[in-house]
């Protein structure tokens, strides 16, 4: 049997997805190694991806940990599901990097936009909760680094600016993009 260390170095040197899965799908072992890597680097384009992350952080709440980077892009028509992200997020202390896209979201009439305004303002409440002005034990996202976000609303640009307002106040994001 290899040691730990040396198998940790083999599984961090496969830069394929799908290899990645076959490795983890070999033993308990190697699961455990391999699963950091997994969900390290996310990317969400369809609702239903957000609902297995959800089911897969309540089945096991430390994968929420590995979590560095989220790209959600959903289009209308596949964003089912959706609305479980901010669970999810909530639980990625150590997310860096956060991408939230609705690419076809300002070809729908205002209407049909009231959903991922909802939605905006559960990502809001997650922000609000990461703000300097909590103390850093209880603050969500205590890493991010950089956030983009294209927001649905067609509110005055002040306002929509405001809804992501808290972002100003974490110490470690530095880069953030409102749409």
């Not at 096991?60 to 089912?80: D, G, M, N, Q």
């Not at 202390?93 to 009231?114: A, M, Q, V, W």
Request: aromatic fraction near 6%; charged fraction near 20%.
């Amino acid at each position: 049997m290899l040691p730990g260390e040396l198998l940790v170095s083999i599984v961090a040197s496969i830069d394929d997805i799908a290899t990645l899965r076959e490795v983890a799908v070999v033993c308990k072992r190697l699961n455990n190694l391999t699963e950091p890597f997994l969900y390290q680097s996310l990317v969400i384009s369809d609702g239903s991806q957000a609902v297995m992350l959800a089911e897969a952080i309540t089945k096991r709440p430390s994968r929420a940990s590995h979590v560095r980077s989220l790209l959600a892009s959903t289009r209308f028509e596949k964003a089912s599901g959706i609305e479980l992200l901010p669970v999810s997020l909530a639980f990625m202390h150590n997310l860096r990097d956060l991408s939230l896209e609705t690419p076809d979201c300002h070809l729908k009439d205002p209407g049909e936009r009231i959903p991922w305004i909802m939605l905006q303002e559960r990502y809001e409440r997650i922000f609000q909760h990461s703000s300097l002005l909590l103390q850093s034990q209880a603050r969500s996202l205590p890493r991010l680094r950089s956030c983009t976000s294209l927001n649905p609303s067609q509110k005055p640009p002040l306002r929509r600016k405001s809804v992501f307002s808290n972002l100003v106040l974490m110490d470690r994001c530095r880069h953030f993009t409102l749409c």
